[in-house]
Structures are given as C-alpha cells and as structure tokens.
C-alpha cells in the first residue's frame, strides 16, 4: 500500500497522461507586448526611486579621518533601452535590459577636524546592465509560481560633478561616491528585483483556480502541472472541469488531447469536448435542468394549447376521459446533453422525459403519460464586435412513449408539431439573442483585440490580442 501510494506520489502530474480541460497558450508576441506594458510601468518605478543615504568615515593620508555623508540621492533622469524577452525552455523567461544610462543628484557633506563642508553633486552611471531569468512552475494548489532564479547586474561607468563646498575635497569624494553607487547597484540591483518578484507571490496566491458560474455549478480549472516552457510559446494545462455545487459527482472526465496553434496571436485558449460535456453533467446532476410548462407559457399565437381539447388530434381518447380541462407538462433531462465539437459545427443532444398530466376540476393531477424525448441541435459560433454570436438549428426530435394511462398511441403526427413549435417559435428567439451575441469576459483595464473563435474536432478555441490600459 504504502510502496504504491509513495510510486503515485513521485511520479509527476503529466507522466500520468492526464490531458487538460482547458489549455491556453500565451506567444512571444505576449511577451513583446507585456515587454512594453511592463517598461512603462517600470518608468514610473524608477522616476520615484531613491537611494538610501549613506554615512561613514574614511582614512586619507595624508589628511587622516574624514567623515561624510551623502544623503537626498534620487533619479533625475534615466533612459530604458528596450528591453530583451525571451522564454527560457524548460525553465522560465528571460529578460535583459543593457545599456542603460542614469542620471542622480544627492547632496554630500563632510567634516574634516575642524572643516565642515557641504554641496551637491550630479551622478551618471553608464552602461548599466540587468539580466534576469523568471523561473515560471507552478504549487500544489494548481496555481502558478514566478521565482527570480539567475540575476546578473554591472554597472559600466560612474561620473560625478560637484557643486559647492571646497574643491580640494572633490577629488576625495569623487572616490567614495563612486565606490559607495557602484557597490550598492551592483549588490541591491538583484535582491530588489527578487524581492519585487517575490512580491508577486501573495497576488499569485489570491487568483482564483476556480470560478462559481452560477448558483449551481462551479468551473474549476488548477493548473495539472507546472507551464511547459517551449522556445517560442508557454502552455498552460488547466484541467477545466465544471462540477454541481450541490451534488459534486465524478463524471468520467477524460479530456480528448488537443494542441492549439495559433502563434499570431498573443494568447489561444481552447476548451475541450470533455469540460462542455462536464457542464452538461454538472446541470443535469443539479437538478436543474427541469421546467414545468403550463398552457400559459405556451406562446398566443401557437394553434396548440395545454388542453385537453386541443390534443383530441393526437389522442382522441383524451378529452373522451377528461373534457375540456387543462393540462401540465413537467419536461425534464433524463441523462446529461451530449456536446459534440466538429470542424465549424457544434451539436448539442439532449435525452430528457415529458411526464404530462391533466388539471382535475379538484385542482388535483392526473398522471396521463410519458414521453421520451430525443432532440438534437447544430449551431455555428462566431466572434462578432467582441461578442460570442451564433446561429442555431434543429436537426432532429423523435418521441417515444414511455408508459400510458390511456392505452397506446402514435406519436408521429405529436412529433411533427413539436419540430414546427421548435422552429417556429423557439429557434427564432434564441437565434435572436445569440444574434445579439454574449459579450466576452473584459475588466476596465484588459481588453480583447481582434478574437477569433474556431471550432474543432473536440475542442474549440479563442485566439486573441490583448489590450492593458492601467
Ligand atoms: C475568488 O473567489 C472568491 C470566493 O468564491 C470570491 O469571493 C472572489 O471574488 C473571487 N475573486 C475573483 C478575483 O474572482
Ligand atoms: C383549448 O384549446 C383550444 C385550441 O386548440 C381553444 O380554442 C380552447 O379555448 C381551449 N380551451 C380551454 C379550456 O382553454
Ligand atoms: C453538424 O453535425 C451534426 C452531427 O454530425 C450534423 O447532423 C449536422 O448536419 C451538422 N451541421 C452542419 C451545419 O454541418
Ligand atoms: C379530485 O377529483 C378526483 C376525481 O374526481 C378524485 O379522484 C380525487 O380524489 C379528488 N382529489 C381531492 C384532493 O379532492
Ligand atoms: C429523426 O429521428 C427519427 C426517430 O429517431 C428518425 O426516424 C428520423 O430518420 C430522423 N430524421 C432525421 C432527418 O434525422
């Protein structure tokens, strides 16, 4: 036993040949675009940075002890060569920034036995250069880790100015102020970096891997093992499976393996087969996919009626034994919708029974018959002004009774009906609001440019720009 759960446990996630849900795929076009975001805000992060003041005492023969301070030291100004990125296979990203030239102004004060002087000096490091790698993984929670692994920082060349104070002593301090700069970038550089880094973690940790669509169902998508790193993509393997708040069943979840290739866009997300037909599960397992029809939420115009009457064509029987009364239909799913993703071609099936009844005087509900009911839809799904849109149709309906009170019947001509009610007066209103179209998930800062949405054998995918606005 214990031999078998350690084996389990040592053996990694993906050698276990579990294939994602859901999988997504940011590119080095990602990369070039966050490069820009990210060297805005870096922009901002230096225009505000200062330097920590320094003071201490050093030994000039033939002087002898000189105390000094340097205090105030901030970014005046600084140039940001663009900077490199890269993915680092099998480990994380690269990014280099050479070349970077800074401007600082501070004030320096000293004293010399009894000579006290004070002015102010301007800075310019050259050349100076950054390179970091970001190992990418992920934890046990599924969600993902960033980590600063290989930091490197120089510094090129160091000038100071002087202004003020006693000319004699430039000489001096031009020394201490170069090593004390040249030190502290060259030491802090990477530790604060690693500590901005690091402080990503508590942000990490707060995304949540799974998301309650509605009061129902959950959609839950940890990550099933650390980012595979490639040379020009990183992929995201996220199990993408929908359960029932209430009655968390397993269904036999086996996502269909599917890669998506989309390099011209920053980020592909792909759903699998399996995680829509999770949903499907997820509802049917809730118990909400049910609704009781009443005469009243038959549309007006529908020359059929909830009545006994109105169904003498079909079974003559039925008004015979209860004349002119109303009826009720409780139309529920009998197993989970079947989703099928084709080449461009959604189609939805769906098993589901009709218990149908008639309103007694009494107000009491005789049970009259059942019917099993098989119907099956096609859609086609489209990207529109950043809307999901879409067109349905039918292709088929087939009834079948079940068990009866009032002896057997053909539900051919019933069958004939409920396909003219389906097109004529359902498909319409839903083809409108998918015409309408479903808007795509946006916050006020990230926005989607230019999706495409295409539907595969066994998955369907989003391939999208993406916009960052702070
Ligand atoms: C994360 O999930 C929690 C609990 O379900 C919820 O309160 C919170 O708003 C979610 N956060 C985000 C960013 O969706
Ligand atoms: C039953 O339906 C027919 C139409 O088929 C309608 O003319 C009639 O008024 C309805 N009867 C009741 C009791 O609603
Ligand atoms: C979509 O696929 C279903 C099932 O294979 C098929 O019955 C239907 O005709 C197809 N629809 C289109 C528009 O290709
Ligand atoms: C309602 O009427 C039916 C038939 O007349 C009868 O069998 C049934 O017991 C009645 N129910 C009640 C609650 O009165
Ligand atoms: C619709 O379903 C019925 C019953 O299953 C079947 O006999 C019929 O051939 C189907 N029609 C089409 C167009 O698929």
Not at 1 to 23: D, K, S
Not at 178 to 206: A, F, R, W
Not at 384 to 390: E, H, N, V
């Given at each position: 036993?214990?031999?078998?759960?350690?084996?389990?446990?040592?053996?990694?996630?993906?050698?276990?040949?579990?294939?994602?849900?859901?999988?997504?795929?940011?590119?080095?076009?990602?990369?070039?675009?966050?490069?820009?975001?990210?060297?805005?805000?870096?922009?901002?992060?230096?225009?505000?940075?200062?330097?920590?003041?320094?003071?201490?005492?050093?030994?000039?023969?033939?002087?002898g002890k000189v105390d000094y301070s340097v205090s105030g030291m901030h970014v005046v100004n600084f140039n940001l060569p663009e900077p490199v990125v890269g993915f680092a296979e099998e480990a994380g990203i690269k990014i280099g920034i050479s070349g970077?030239?800074?401007?600082?102004?501070?004030?320096?004060?000293?004293?010399?036995?009894?000579?006290?002087?004070?002015?102010?000096?301007?800075?310019?490091?050259?050349?100076?250069?950054?390179?970091?790698?970001?190992?990418?993984?992920?934890?046990?929670?599924?969600?993902?880790?960033?980590?600063?692994?290989?930091?490197?920082?120089?510094?090129?060349?160091?000038?100071?100015?002087?202004?003020?104070?006693?000319?004699?002593?430039?000489?001096?301090?031009?020394?201490?102020?170069?090593?004390?700069?040249?030190?502290?970038?060259?030491?802090?550089?990477?530790?604060?970096?690693?500590?901005?880094?690091?402080?990503?973690?508590?942000?990490?940790?707060?995304?949540?891997?799974?998301?309650?669509?509605?009061?129902?169902?959950?959609?839950?998508?940890?990550?099933?093992?650390?980012?595979?790193?490639?040379?020009?993509?990183?992929?995201?393997?996220?199990?993408?499976?929908?359960?029932?708040?209430?009655?968390?069943?397993?269904?036999?979840?086996?996502?269909?393996?599917?890669?998506?290739?989309?390099?011209?866009?920053?980020?592909?997300?792909?759903?699998?087969?399996?995680?829509?037909?999770?949903?499907?599960?997820?509802?049917?397992?809730?118990?909400?996919?049910?609704?009781?029809?009443?005469?009243?939420?038959?549309?007006?115009?529908?020359?059929?009626?909830?009545?006994?009457?109105?169904?003498?064509?079909?079974?003559?029987?039925?008004?015979?034994?209860?004349?002119?009364?109303?009826?009720?239909?409780?139309?529920?799913?009998?197993?989970?919708?079947?989703?099928?993703?084709?080449?461009?071609?959604?189609?939805?099936?769906?098993?589901?029974?009709?218990?149908?009844?008639?309103?007694?005087?009494?107000?009491?509900?005789?049970?009259?018959?059942?019917?099993?009911?098989?119907?099956?839809?096609?859609?086609?799904?489209?990207?529109?002004?950043?809307?999901?849109?879409?067109?349905?149709?039918?292709?088929?309906?087939?009834?079948?009774?079940?068990?009866?009170?009032?002896?057997?019947?053909?539900?051919?001509?019933?069958?004939?009906?409920?396909?003219?009610?389906?097109?004529?007066?359902?498909?319409?209103?839903?083809?409108?609001?998918?015409?309408?179209?479903?808007?795509?998930?946006?916050?006020?800062?990230?926005?989607?440019?230019?999706?495409?949405?295409?539907?595969?054998?066994?998955?369907?995918?989003?391939?999208?720009?993406?916009?960052?606005?702070?």
């Amino acid at each position: 036993m214990w031999v078998y759960l350690i084996t389990l446990l040592a053996i990694p996630h993906h050698a276990l040949g579990a294939n994602p849900g859901l999988e997504s795929v940011i590119t080095q076009k990602a990369l070039e675009y966050a490069k820009h975001v990210g060297a805005s805000l870096a922009q901002e992060k230096l225009g505000g940075l200062t330097i920590p003041d320094m003071t201490g005492s050093i030994s000039i023969s033939p002087f002898g002890k000189v105390d000094y301070s340097v205090s105030g030291m901030h970014v005046v100004n600084f140039n940001l060569p663009e900077p490199v990125v890269g993915f680092a296979e099998e480990a994380g990203i690269k990014i280099g920034i050479s070349g970077m030239n800074v401007a600082i102004n501070g004030n320096w004060r000293d004293h010399y036995q009894l000579i006290r002087d004070s002015g102010s000096f301007d800075l310019a490091v050259y050349e100076l250069a950054v390179s970091v790698l970001v190992g990418v993984g992920s934890d046990s929670t599924g969600r993902l880790t960033l980590s600063s692994t290989n930091c490197d920082a120089s510094v090129g060349d160091l000038e100071v100015t002087f202004h003020g104070g006693t000319s004699w002593l430039y000489n001096i301090f031009k020394k201490i102020i170069q090593g004390l700069v040249h030190e502290q970038l060259n030491s802090k550089l990477c530790p604060m970096l690693s500590e901005y880094i690091d402080g990503l973690e508590p942000l990490l940790q707060k995304i949540n891997v799974s998301y309650q669509y509605d009061p129902y169902v959950v959609f839950e998508f940890p990550l099933i093992h650390p980012p595979a790193i490639g040379a020009s993509n990183m992929e995201f393997d996220c199990k993408g499976e929908f359960y029932s708040v209430e009655h968390r069943g397993e269904f036999p979840f086996t996502p269909e393996q599917f890669q998506l290739h989309d390099q011209n866009r920053m980020v592909s997300v792909g759903l699998s087969q399996s995680s829509a037909n999770s949903a499907g599960f997820a509802y049917h397992s809730a118990g909400v996919l049910r609704i009781r029809l009443t005469d009243s939420m038959i549309p007006k115009v529908s020359p059929i009626r909830l009545n006994t009457t109105s169904f003498e064509s079909f079974i003559p029987e039925l008004p015979k034994r209860y004349p002119g009364m109303l009826m009720l239909v409780d139309l529920f799913t009998s197993q989970q919708p079947l989703i099928t993703f084709q080449p461009d071609n959604v189609t939805a099936q769906a098993f589901g029974a009709a218990k149908v009844y008639v309103i007694l005087p009494n107000a009491t509900l005789a049970p009259v018959f059942v019917l099993d009911i098989c119907a099956s839809f096609s859609a086609k799904l489209f990207m529109s002004d950043l809307k999901l849109t879409g067109f349905m149709t039918l292709n088929n309906v087939s009834l079948n009774l079940a068990s009866s009170e009032l002896g057997p019947f053909q539900t051919k001509s019933m069958e004939n009906v409920i396909r003219a009610g389906i097109r004529l007066a359902v498909l319409p209103e839903v083809n409108a609001k998918l015409k309408r179209g479903i808007p795509l998930p946006a916050t006020p800062e990230v926005s989607l440019v230019n999706p495409v949405l295409k539907v595969n054998q066994g998955f369907v995918m989003l391939a999208t720009d993406v916009s960052y606005s702070p």
